[in-house]
């Protein structure tokens, strides 16, 4: 008699996957063989020192920056080389260092902008973002460029809110902002999580980072030095950082 085989139990697709990587600019290497898998729905922190490769990887898995060798996965589909256009119809959305909005736009016209993402009309898209961020509200008329740093960045996060993305790309949001600012946004990073966005963010301050985050690596000079949560990867946060209070 034949035993039955057991059930097979198929193991979850993870939402951001790096097998792998060589990337980088011209003959210039930054990632040199980046393996990296994120958890769909969690909050993952990618943190190291200037220099690191961290937003390469995220150009990387932007479609920015082609790999050399290896595989970039994006919800299970292989993704090398993919326009970033299309990375963004498969439900990711990347905010850049430097926030990408539109500087010599209003507010009401940045995001009547990103209504290429949605099927909701531009009131709608206005609402979503003013119920998030009501000071952008009082600042619908106004250019972008002229915004505070904070204003910028909250406009730069409501293309999330807008696309309703299922993979979040955060590169360095808190860059020069006062820490009260930070603080305010890493709250909505945290709502955007609960929702169920898988976030994989790159964050010069580590302790910002871990605070909210599920899972974090490591990265020192293009390689991945350590992986966990974030109560594993403190020490290797200390040494990256070159034994600083990062």
Same mark, same amino acid.
């Given at each position: 008699?034949?035993?039955?085989?057991?059930?097979?139990?198929?193991?979850?697709?993870?939402?951001?996957?790096?097998?792998?990587?060589?990337?980088?600019?011209?003959?210039?290497?930054?990632?040199?063989?980046?393996?990296?898998?994120?958890?769909?729905?969690?909050?993952?922190?990618?943190?190291?020192?200037?220099?690191?490769?961290?937003?390469?990887?995220?150009?990387?898995?932007?479609?920015?920056?082609?790999?050399?060798?290896?595989?970039?996965?994006?919800?299970?589909?292989?993704?090398?080389?993919?326009?970033?256009?299309?990375?963004?119809?498969?439900?990711?959305?990347?905010?850049?260092?430097?926030?990408?909005?539109?500087?010599?736009?209003?507010?009401?016209?940045?995001?009547?902008?990103?209504?290429?993402?949605?099927? *909701?009309?531009?009131?709608?898209?206005?609402?979503?973002?003013?119920?998030?961020f009501p000071v952008l509200r009082e600042r619908r008329g106004?250019?972008?460029?002229?915004?505070?740093?904070?204003?910028?960045?909250?406009?730069?996060?409501?293309?999330?809110?807008?696309?309703d993305p299922e993979i979040l790309l955060l590169d360095e949001?808190?860059?020069?902002?006062?820490?009260?600012?930070?603080?305010?946004?890493?709250?909505?990073?945290?709502?955007?999580?609960?929702?169920?966005?898988?976030?994989?963010?790159?964050?010069?301050?580590?302790?910002?980072?871990?605070?909210?985050? *599920?899972?974090?690596?490591?990265?020192?000079?293009?390689v991945i030095a350590a992986v966990g949560e974030p109560a594993?990867?403190? *020490?290797?946060?200390?040494?990256?950082?070159?034994?600083?209070?990062?």
């Amino acid at each position: 008699m034949t035993t039955p085989a057991p059930d097979t139990i198929t193991a979850p697709v993870p939402a951001i996957e790096l097998r792998d990587v060589r990337a980088g600019y011209g003959r210039i290497e930054v990632l040199h063989g980046v393996t990296l898998s994120v958890p769909q729905g969690c909050v993952y922190a990618l943190l190291g020192p200037n220099g690191a490769g961290k937003s390469t990887t995220l150009l990387t898995l932007g479609g920015q920056v082609r790999p050399t060798a290896g595989c970039v996965h994006i919800a299970g589909a292989h993704v090398n080389g993919a326009a970033p256009e299309k990375l963004a119809k498969a439900g990711a959305c990347r905010i850049p260092e430097g926030r990408g909005i539109f500087p010599n736009l209003t507010v009401a016209e940045n995001l009547r902008v990103w209504t290429y993402a949605t099927n *909701d009309s531009p009131a709608d898209v206005e609402e979503k973002a003013f119920q998030r961020f009501p000071v952008l509200r009082e600042r619908r008329g106004q250019v972008a460029g002229t915004l505070s740093g904070g204003e910028q960045q909250m406009l730069a996060l409501s293309r999330a809110l807008v696309a309703d993305p299922e993979i979040l790309l955060l590169d360095e949001i808190s860059m020069g902002l006062a820490p009260l600012i930070v603080g305010s946004l890493y709250e909505v990073v945290a709502q955007l999580a609960a929702g169920g966005i898988t976030i994989l963010l790159v964050e010069q301050f580590a302790r910002t980072a871990l605070a909210v985050a *599920d899972y974090a690596a490591v990265m020192t000079q293009g390689v991945i030095a350590a992986v966990g949560e974030p109560a594993d990867v403190e *020490d290797f946060v200390q040494e990256a950082y070159l034994g600083g209070v990062a």
